[in-house]
């Protein structure tokens, strides 16, 4: 089983960055046997450009722009467990992590127009996969985290990924923040420690 821990914030070492850290931590320290790898990367490595909604994708899946899109959409194609973190900033995600949510969305969801006038959507990722979810914030409240992880919910839905656990927090205005919130920081831990108990391949 592979695992990906995907960055969306761009502040290396900053609490979402800890975070997702943990959860990982707490997967290789579980020691289970069904663990093959443990990846993290950070969104803000990679050159990714917005969508152009130019539809050529929508036959083959595959973006035409010249970027690192298909670098990073191939590890998570290949990860069975996708653990995710977005700080809130103006009350949503990142714009790291929007740009790669509307990459996904308009290259894997094939929509299709039947004669009655519906609409229907389905996904080209079939393989089923899991996921958690990381979503912080400053001062905004908790309503707001929840609306920004909704967000990155709709990523998860494009890609066929179950949400097994989340964490969602606030107060958490400067870097390091999370480091005195030791409860917050078990949760994770235990999250990964746990994860294959959710989790059957």
Do not use: W
């Not at 290789?28 to 969508?51: A, N, R, V």
């Not at 998570?76 to 790669?100: D, H, M, R």
């Not at 509307?102 to 089923?128: A, C, E, L, N, Y």
């Not at 066929?160 to 958490?172: F, P, R, S, T, W």
């Amino acid at each position: 089983m592979k695992v990906l821990g995907i960055i969306g914030s761009p502040r290396k070492k900053g609490n979402t960055d800890i975070l997702v850290s943990e959860v990982l931590n707490g997967i290789d320290m579980s020691g289970s046997q069904i663990i093959s790898t443990i990846e993290k990367i950070y969104l803000d490595d990679f050159k990714l450009l917005p969508c152009k909604v130019c539809g050529k994708c929508k036959t083959t899946g595959q973006c035409v722009q010249q970027d690192d899109f298909n670098i990073v959409f191939q590890k998570i194609k290949e990860a069975n467990v996708i653990v995710f973190g977005s700080p809130v900033y103006c009350k949503t995600v990142t714009a790291q992590v929007k740009i790669l949510i509307d990459r996904i969305d308009s290259s894997q969801i094939i929509v299709s127009h039947i004669p009655d006038g519906k609409t229907t959507f389905s996904r080209r990722i079939r393989d089923k996969k899991k996921g958690i979810i990381i979503c912080i914030s400053d001062l905004s409240v908790l309503d707001i985290v929840r609306q920004s992880a909704e967000v990155m919910k709709c990523l998860f839905r494009d890609l066929n990924i179950e949400v097994i656990d989340e964490i969602l927090a606030n107060k958490l205005s400067k870097k390091g923040d999370v480091l005195k919130n030791k409860t917050l920081l078990q949760q994770a831990f235990e999250i990964g420690m746990n994860l294959c108990e959710k989790v059957s391949i």
